[in-house]
């Protein structure tokens, strides 16, 4: 049985930074691509950023870029989002994703979801 289980969340200050952090279990990161999606209140699921399963496929959002890193432990099978100087419209519920031989953020490749984490950016 797939889960996936973010931590790692809450509430930072404008320009703070937090580490979110997803562990997987009942699949490996060797044959899942992982995504990091979230969702603002009033909006749609966008993809954040997503790392292939092989590991050599990156993306970030626009929004994200220079900002956010995501990397994976595949000993701990846990998948990490570092964001750094976050704003405001950062604010959002967080999801990871995985997706099997996953490449890209499109939502629609993803077949099993945490229950995602709240970031609460403000001051």
């Known amino acids: 049985q797939v889960q996936l289980v973010e931590s790692g969340g809450g509430l930072v200050q404008p320009g703070g930074s937090l580490r979110l952090s997803c562990a997987a279990s009942g699949l490996t990161l060797d044959y899942y691509g992982i995504g990091w999606f979230r969702q603002a209140p009033g909006k749609e699921r966008e993809g954040v950023s997503c790392i292939s399963s092989s590991g050599d496929s990156i993306y970030y959002a626009d929004s994200v870029k220079g900002r956010f890193t995501i990397s994976r432990d595949k000993a701990k099978n846990t998948v990490y989002l570092q964001m750094n100087r976050l704003n405001p419209e950062d604010t959002a519920v967080y999801y990871c994703?995985?997706?099997?031989w996953g490449r890209g953020c499109s939502r629609t490749l993803y077949d099993y979801w945490g229950q995602g984490i709240q970031v609460t950016v403000s001051s």
């Open positions: 994703a995985a997706a099997l």
